[in-house]
């Protein structure tokens, strides 16, 4: 059920990027649909009950840096929470493109609306 | 009860994602987009991804000062109406099919909470949690993961950022022309 509601959060940003014609509302409906993946790959990585995978002194087994096999049994997903660690970040810089090409549009054509922005010359 | 507080957070990112599509009103659209954000990295907290949350709150405060910056002080910033009538018809028609099609993917997928990872006892995700510390040293297995394990992933990120920020400035450059008569 969570599932399904973050795919519902993904829905509501591909239908503003579809539908929409300001273009920074295009740009939002991109970032709603990040945000939505994100959650989901991070949802993927949960257990019930789990802890966030940082070891603490009470989970060290060994003095070679062995972990109990309570923190390994109770631990959450760290994969997706490293993978999605590096979306985050270049989702900012995208933005930062996305939204330059948008002022530099207005600067142009002096609107945000995309059916007006017909003239297309170099 | 962490489901609950997920339930919760979940329903008031889509609440506040609606409006942000919905409103007239660009600056509004925006503080909406950013409730949405601070929801995910309190989600993040909740679903056990502190390090996350942290550079979702970041991220999320950079980002709103970008988008302000595109809708301050214009003055046509109310476009009003969807676009062609039968192409609105067409396209909320495919989103819909395309979002009953991905229920019916997600159904096959196990219940929340059970952690899909620890069915399959030789997962690179179990190696980093069994011998992260043992490997690498570090206490905090994410921060093991993206800058030892998979540093060449974090090269990439860095490429990545950095092409993206030299676009946005040769866009937003100012008097090309001036630029190449001085030369």
């Known amino acids: 059920m969570p599932y399904a509601l973050c795919f519902l959060l993904f829905v ?10 300001n273009m920074v ?15 989901f790959l991070i949802m993927l990585g949960y257990r019930l009950g789990g802890i966030a995978p940082i070891v603490g002194k009470e989970d060290v087994a060994g003095a070679g840096g062995q972990v109990t096999d309570l923190f ?48 297309l010359k170099g | 009860m962490a489901i609950f507080y997920i339930y919760i957070l979940l329903l008031f990112m889509i ?10 009103y660009l600056l509004g659209a925006v503080i909406c987009i950013g409730a949405v954000g601070f929801g995910a990295s309190i989600m993040f907290l909740f679903l056990r991804a502190p390090d996350i949350a942290i550079t979702q709150i970041v991220v999320e405060v950079l980002g709103l000062i970008i988008l302000i910056r595109a809708c301050i002080s214009r003055e046509l910033t109310f476009i009003s109406g969807p676009r062609e009538f039968f192409g609105v018809v067409v396209s909320v028609v495919i989103i819909f099919v395309i979002f009953l099609a991905g229920i019916r993917v997600l159904e096959t997928l196990p219940d929340f909470g ?12 179990q190696t980093y949690i069994a011998e992260g510390l043992q490997k690498t040293g ?14 060449y992933d974090t090269l990439g990120e860095a490429t990545v950022l950095f092409t993206a920020i030299i676009g946005a400035t040769v866009i937003m450059r100012r008097k090309p022309k001036k630029l190449l008569e001085d030369e």
């Open chain 1, 12 to 21: 509501i940003g591909l239908y503003c990027a579809v539908v929409k014609k």
């Open chain 2, 114 to 125: 059970t952690a899909i990872f620890a069915e399959a006892p030789e997962a690179a995700s």
């Open chain 2, 138 to 151: 570090a206490a905090n297995i994410v921060a093991s993961v993206i800058l030892d394990f998979r540093a």
């Open chain 2, 15 to 24: 609440i506040a994602a609606i409006i942000a599509v919905e409103t007239k």
């Open chain 1, 72 to 119: 390994v049994s109770s631990s959450v997903d760290p994969l997706p929470q490293a993978l999605v660690l590096t979306a985050i970040v270049i989702s900012l810089g995208s933005l930062a493109l996305m939204i330059s090409i948008c002022i530099r549009t207005y600067e142009k054509y002096g609107t945000f609306d995309i059916t007006e922005i017909r003239r």
């Open chain 1, 25 to 39: 509302k295009i740009v939002i409906g991109i970032m709603v649909m990040e945000y939505a993946v994100n959650l």
